[in-house]
Nanobody, 120 residues
Framework: QVQLVESGGGLVQPGGSLRLSCAAS????????MGWYRQAPGKQRELVAV???????NYVDSVKGRFTISRDNAKNTVYLQMNRLLPEDTAVYYC??????????????WGQGTQVTVSS
C-alpha cells in the first residue's frame, strides 16, 4: 500500500503564493506519475498538474505560468508551487500518485486533501 501525506494549504490573499507538498510512503517499488487535482464547491475534480517519472509536466491551462510542479525522487515527494493566486484557485487540493508497490501492479493513490483559500 501507499500512503500520502499532504501539507502546505491555507488562506492567502489574491496575488500571494503557497507551496503544497505531498510525501509518499509505504511498500513502493517505483513511482510513475505524481500530480495534483483540485475540487471547488459544486464543481468536478480537475487535474491541475502532473509530472511523470522522466520529468515531463503538464498543466491545466488556467494555471500555466503561475503554478510549477516538481518532484524529489529521493524523498518520493511532489510539490506544487502556486504563485499569483486568484480567488478562482480556491479549492481542496488532492495529491495523486501512480505507483507500483512491491510484488504488485500499478495503482493510483489519493491524499486526504488540503484546503487552499484565496481571499482578501
Amino acid at each position: 500500500q501507499v500512503q500520502l501525506v499532504e501539507s502546505g494549504g491555507g488562506l492567502v490573499q489574491p496575488g500571494g503564493s503557497l507551496r503544497l507538498s505531498c510525501a509518499a510512503s509505504g511498500s513502493i517499488f517505483s513511482i510513475y506519475a505524481m500530480g495534483w487535482y483540485r475540487q471547488a464547491p459544486g464543481k468536478q475534480r480537475e487535474l491541475v498538474a502532473v509530472i511523470l517519472s522522466g520529468g515531463s509536466t503538464n498543466y491545466v491551462d488556467s494555471v500555466k505560468g503561475r503554478f510549477t510542479i516538481s518532484r524529489d525522487n529521493a524523498k518520493n515527494t511532489v510539490y506544487l508551487q502556486m504563485n499569483r493566486l486568484l480567488p478562482e484557485d480556491t479549492a481542496v487540493y488532492y495529491c495523486n500518485v501512480g505507483a507500483t508497490v512491491v510484488a504488485g501492479s500499478l495503482g493510483f493513490y489519493w491524499g486526504q486533501g488540503t484546503q487552499v483559500t484565496v481571499s482578501s
